[in-house]
């Protein structure tokens, strides 16, 4: 992505048809290596993605350049949503930002691997901090190993929403993932 065709970032509620097919298509080109490198499922199937394409509780971010999508995340307040989270957790957690509906679940964000990723991605970023500032709310979000250490995901992020407002980032849980091989 060249500096000549900056991010345009827009905020859609529901995707559908052709555009949603061309969207997973980008979304497995982010994600399908992540099948290898985490314990826990990282790929969305294909009627998960749609459903949530269609659903207008969840916020499509979609970044575009040159008049084609390179980059997209969802972002929902509504954390029945999103299956592998228990929305109790966050409520008990939080509870004032529950009462103030004010708690969200980023659920994935991905660029395109063409794309310049950390400019992308911090454009996608600073799109949805807007709405977290604005409601000042807490955003939840959960990064495979892989990701985390492999790629800093997480300091990339940390460091560019200390750039884009005041906020704490900090480690709710983890889930490890554990073999036994028999001899």
Request: charged share 25%; with cysteine; aromatic share 12%.
């Amino acid at each position: 992505m060249s500096d000549l065709h900056p991010l345009e970032v827009t905020i859609e509620t529901t995707i559908g048809g052709e555009h949603a097919e061309d969207f997973y298509r980008l979304y497995l080109d982010a994600f399908a290596p992540l099948r290898t490198k985490a314990a826990a499922r990282q790929v969305l199937h294909r009627d998960e993605f749609m459903e949530d394409m269609e659903d207008p509780r969840v916020f499509k971010y979609v970044g575009w350049s040159s008049g084609r999508p390179i980059a997209l995340a969802t972002m929902t307040s509504h954390l029945e949503t999103v299956p592998w989270i228990s929305p109790e957790y966050f409520r008990v957690r939080y509870p004032e930002h529950a009462e103030r509906g004010a708690i969200y679940y980023l659920g994935f964000t991905l660029v395109h691997p063409s794309s310049d990723t950390p400019r992308a991605l911090d454009q996608m970023i600073a799109a949805g901090v807007r709405r977290l500032v604005e409601a000042r709310a807490i955003c939840a979000f959960d990064v495979c190993a892989y990701n985390d250490v492999g790629r800093q995901f997480t300091a990339r992020v940390t460091q560019t929403l200390h750039r884009l407002a005041d906020v704490t980032v900090a480690r709710l849980d983890s889930q490890r993932y554990y073999g036994a091989t028999f001899h």
